[in-house]
């Protein structure tokens, strides 16, 4: 399975601990990128675009201050 397909699989039944572990090792960018495709795309129900786009809201709002601890 290609990278693209295997990173849409999480976003179409997606959970916090699996968008999470996807978005370090594949990147957030890419992941929010898939996900981004497949809302537009109408390939997502409502519902799971909603959830899948407030996961991906957490992650990067939790790397941004994670960012700036590690600063301090």
């Known amino acids: 399975m ?3 397909t295997f ?4 976003v179409v039944e997606p959970t916090f ?5 996807f978005a370090c090792h ?3 960018n890419e992941v929010a990128r898939i996900y981004r495709l497949m809302r537009e795309g ?3 129900k ?5 959830e899948c786009g ?3 809201a957490n992650i990067e709002i939790g790397f941004a201050r994670a960012s700036e ?3 301090d």
């Open 42 to 44: 109408g390939e997502l």
């Open 54 to 56: 407030q996961m991906l």
């Open 69 to 71: 601890a590690s600063r």
């Open 17 to 21: 601990e699996d968008v999470l572990a």
């Open 26 to 28: 594949y990147d957030l």
């Open 2 to 4: 290609d990278e693209e």
């Open 7 to 10: 990173i849409a699989s999480v």
């Open 46 to 50: 409502p519902i799971i675009a909603t």
